[in-house]
């Protein structure tokens, strides 16, 4: 193993994206199955940071947040030790399916906004809510993942960090991240799985940046017909330009919820907790 973690054993790799890897541990004292997330973070202030950070964070209790354990400094990288979400991501749905149903949709949104309303009231921003930031415990529950990576790392006021295909148009533009973007970027995730397409879809990440600083997401029903008028509704008024028109992300939870019955989404897959390719 080419990284150790002082009491944590480092078995698998099992992602990596914009803001680092993800390892599959253990617990050396309880034996338990956890996450590794390893975050370079060159500044020295953000080092020192760090740890307050992760105080904030480690306090938030929702069953729809990926639990924040510890953070772990060590030079030149910050690493989260986080529960171990068995499911896999909501972008691998997407990506073996292609799209949900609109229920299957609510399923996903509803909990993970108010997940959002939840970090919201404690003065949290996510700052990069995606695809594949939403993960599925191993009875398929969805967790929101990457909460506060950017307050952790020191970088709390750029949109580099940010899925181009789902960052808030402001953003893009300059306006620091806030609830209103985290409420824009849900409802494009949401968006991306009813049409099988994310509102910035482009053939590389300039592209989509480029699409999202001229804003105007389509609204839905115009090209997806079939989804219900209420969901539409409450999905187009997140989707807005002005982030002043949004709506709370607890506007959201309720009213995607009240739109369609949710129904449970079908192609996550657990990943074994050890042995194996995950």
């Not at 979400?85 to 073996?96: D, N, Q």
């Not at 893009?172 to 509102?199: N, Y």
């Not at 990440?205 to 008028?229: C, I, K």
Request: hydrophobic fraction near 50%.
């Amino acid at each position: 193993m080419a990284w150790t973690v002082p009491g944590y054993v480092v078995e698998e790799l099992v992602g990596a994206g914009s803001s680092g890897e993800v390892w599959r541990g253990r617990s050396v004292a309880a034996g338990e199955v956890v996450a590794l997330k390893r975050l370079p973070v060159a500044d020295a202030h953000a080092l020192l940071g760090a740890r307050s950070e992760a105080a904030v964070l480690a306090a938030l209790e929702h069953p729809h947040i990926l639990r924040l354990r510890e953070l772990l400094i060590s030079e030149g990288e910050a690493i989260l030790v986080t529960d171990y979400a068995a499911g896999g991501s909501l972008a691998g749905v997407l990506e073996h399916r292609g799209r949900l149903s609109p229920g299957e949709v609510v399923t996903v949104v509803a909990p993970i906004a108010a997940a959002l309303a939840h970090a919201h009231a404690e003065g949290v921003v996510h700052g990069d809510v995606s695809a594949a930031n939403i993960l599925f415990t191993d009875r398929g529950r969805p967790v929101l993942a990457d909460l506060g990576v950017a307050r952790i790392v020191g970088r709390i006021d750029t949109a580099a960090r940010a899925t181009p295909e789902y960052v808030d148009p402001l953003v893009v533009r300059g306006a620091p991240p806030g609830p209103h973007s985290d409420v824009f970027a849900l409802a494009a995730v949401a968006f991306h799985a009813l049409t099988g397409a994310a509102p910035w879809a482009g053939e590389s990440p300039a592209e989509s940046l480029a699409h999202a600083a001229d804003g105007g997401a389509p609204a839905l029903r115009s090209v997806a017909p079939h989804v219900p008028e209420a969901l539409a509704q409450a999905l187009d008024r997140a989707l807005q330009d002005n982030g002043l028109l949004r709506g709370s992300a607890a506007e959201l939870a309720l009213d995607s919820r009240h739109a369609v019955t949710p129904v449970p989404v079908e192609g996550w897959t657990a990943r074994p907790a050890s042995g194996g390719p995950a």
